[in-house]
């Protein structure tokens, strides 16, 4: 059971807009940044957004976060059939469960 | 660029020990605070333990603690995990994983490849 909930699956066809959520609590999302990693089929995560919305050099403009409250989303637009991987939210947590608290984890399947 | 190799994985019987290696380079080291981060196989992602810049700060979580330590060289630019007592649910792919500023608090931004524990019961 993770800290951070996130749906297992989402799924769209080349060029739509989807989004993945992730839901948390006070002491992690409410309190402290949100970031998100993509994990391609066997390969290690890569830092895909950190602080909320913020995309490190090379990330593409398709790829956006956001964040309100004690949840967060990860939107994708201009789906691509590149895009298809496991895609993790990770929040610092503020109580003794933490600190790094992440995500179970999406599998985004392009269509 | 920055580069982490991991090493020092493999198939240990449980109880026994094993000591995984994170050899980086691109970067000043000592700088940096790292982490260590597994995988289960199937399952997501689970922070185990951290380190800071100079070593001095470090964290384990519950499931671990007691039975791994975390340290750094920092004049070989080489970060450690020392398994002890190590369990069937231990196995996993352990990632190295470098923080994007002196204390574990900041997010991981660069990741190595990883390299995979198995514990046979």
């Known amino acids: 059971q993770s800290v951070l909930t996130q749906p297992p699956s989402a799924s769209g066809t080349p060029g739509q807009r989807v989004t993945i959520s992730c839901s948390g609590s006070s002491s992690n999302i409410g309190s402290n940044t949100v970031n998100w990693y993509q994990q391609l089929p066997g390969t290690a995560p890569k830092l895909l957004i950190y602080?909320?919305?913020q995309r490190p050099s090379g990330v593409p403009d398709r790829f956006s976060g956001s964040k309100s409250g004690t949840s967060a989303s990860l939107a994708i637009s201009g789906l691509r059939s590149e895009d298809e991987a496991d895609y993790y939210c990770a929040a610092w947590d503020d109580s003794l469960s933490g600190p790094w608290v992440f995500g179970g984890g999406t599998k985004l399947t392009v269509l | 660029e920055v580069q982490l190799l991991e090493s020092g994985g493999g198939l240990v019987q449980s109880g026994g020990s094993l000591r995984l290696s994170c050899a980086a380079s691109?970067?000043?080291?000592?700088?940096?605070?790292m982490s260590w981060v597994r995988q289960a196989p199937g399952k997501g992602l689970e922070w185990v333990s951290g380190i800071s810049g100079s070593g001095g700060n470090t964290y384990h979580a519950d499931s671990v603690k007691g039975r791994f330590t975390i340290s750094r060289d920092n004049s070989k630019n080489t970060l450690y995990l020392q398994m002890n007592s190590l369990r069937a649910e231990d196995t996993a792919v352990y990632y190295c994983?470098?923080?994007?500023?002196?204390?574990?608090?900041?997010?991981?931004?660069?990741w190595g490849k990883g390299t995979t524990v198995t514990v046979s019961s």
């Open positions: 994983a470098k923080s994007a500023a002196y204390s574990y608090a900041y997010y991981m931004d660069v």
């Open positions: 602080s909320n919305n």
């Open positions: 691109g970067f000043t080291f000592s700088n940096y605070a």
